[in-house]
């Protein structure tokens, strides 16, 4: 893959990883203005490379003239872009009119990969103190599943299915047991993912194959998608009873979906709702709005088992390796972290260690 080094860091100088071209990676040096009125200077520890939406920009699976959605995005999907949206960093300097944030706060920011930014202060949120860095890159993951919990109409007792066991589907099936279901099911071809979400509390872990095969699974009351695989979809709407819910949480990007909405669809009255991170349900505005969820992501981030969502963690230089292995091998891949306080280092990466045994049952292996 080709991709230079990351250049030395200076004090107004960053290191941005940017995508060239599908599948190839650059680092560009990037002067960094003193913050302005209203910002900060932030110099990043760690950042997450998402293995859903930013796998498809990088595999050029986005229409080239779909709108940039985050301010802090440079470039186009056509080409060459800046791209990412999980950074964890300290506030090194505050522009004037600067108030809730100090120099030294740890904070994490919905910004691409890079060593030092200077961003709007409304763009960061101030972290615990005392969080691991390396977890904090987990804040755009977990308020995503903490939004598809908001949309989704779970009751005491009820049996929920998530199709993709992936970072944001194991997030949503922690916190569905959580929230009160009755039988979490988790449905991914991967053997890895699958023994995962066993060990995190899931009742059972299936192939999309077995699911399909067994009738013991179906009718369940809410089924998530967040795979990213288009059949997946159908297979949502075909699994859930008379008037289930399924919540469509994947961008498909470019990819075309096809469904089947004669049969089960129309006449079961089944409902089919996307969740975006972007709004919160309307219908919960009188006691929700952004600021109560990121509290309670805030209040979640230091509770759940998130250390245990990572495989790897590569310094910023070897990102090219990141992208690679979330690209050709994710069959053992979790989340992949990037931290921007290593060397580079030749050396292959050990195979991630064995899980511990899981409670509950996996089929399919």
């Excluded at 669809?265 to 089944?270: D, S």
């Amino acid at each position: 893959m080709p991709a230079s080094q990351p250049p030395g860091i200076s004090a107004l100088t960053a290191s941005a990883l940017w995508l060239a071209a599908p599948r190839t990676i650059e680092f560009r040096a990037e002067s960094i203005p003193p913050p302005a009125a209203g910002e900060v200077c932030v110099q990043a520890l760690a950042s997450g490379i998402s293995a859903g939406t930013e796998l498809l920009v990088y595999r050029g699976q986005v229409a080239a003239d779909l709108p940039l959605d985050l301010p802090t995005l440079a470039g186009s999907y056509a080409f060459p872009i800046k791209y990412g949206y999980a950074a964890v960093g300290r506030v090194t300097d505050l522009g004037p009119e600067v108030s809730g944030l100090a120099p030294g706060d740890l904070v994490f920011c919905l910004h691409p990969h890079q060593s030092i930014f200077t961003v709007p202060a409304m763009l960061c949120v101030r972290l615990p103190p005392d969080l691991d860095p390396v977890l904090g890159v987990f804040t755009a993951n977990v308020e995503t599943a903490v939004n598809v919990l908001l949309d989704t109409p779970l009751k005491l007792g009820e049996t929920a299915v998530v199709f993709g066991l992936g970072t944001v589907g194991q997030l949503i099936a922690q916190l569905l047991r959580r929230a009160g279901a009755g039988r979490v099911v988790g449905v991914d071809p991967i053997a890895f993912r699958r023994t995962l979400a066993l060990t995190l509390g899931a009742d059972i872990a299936l192939t999309p194959d077995a699911f399909a095969a067994d009738p013991t699974y179906q009718s369940a009351d809410v089924a998530i998608e967040v795979s990213g695989a288009p059949s997946a979809l159908q297979a949502a709407i075909d699994c859930v009873a008379d008037e289930g819910t399924v919540v469509a949480v994947s961008w498909y990007g470019s990819k075309p979906v096809t469904l089947a909405l004669g049969g089960h669809f129309h006449r079961g009255r089944v409902r089919l709702r996307s969740s975006q991170v972007g709004r919160v349900d309307p219908a919960l505005a009188p006691r929700w709005n952004h600021a109560r969820r990121m509290a309670t992501v805030l209040d979640l981030l230091p509770t759940l088992p998130l250390v245990k969502l990572i495989t790897h963690r590569l310094p910023f230089a070897d990102a090219g390796e990141g992208y690679r292995l979330l690209d050709q091998q994710a069959e053992n891949l979790g989340q992949v972290v990037l931290e921007y306080g290593r060397r580079p280092t030749p050396r292959t990466l050990p195979p991630h260690p064995p899980l511990p045994r899981p409670r509950g049952e996996i089929q399919g292996s």
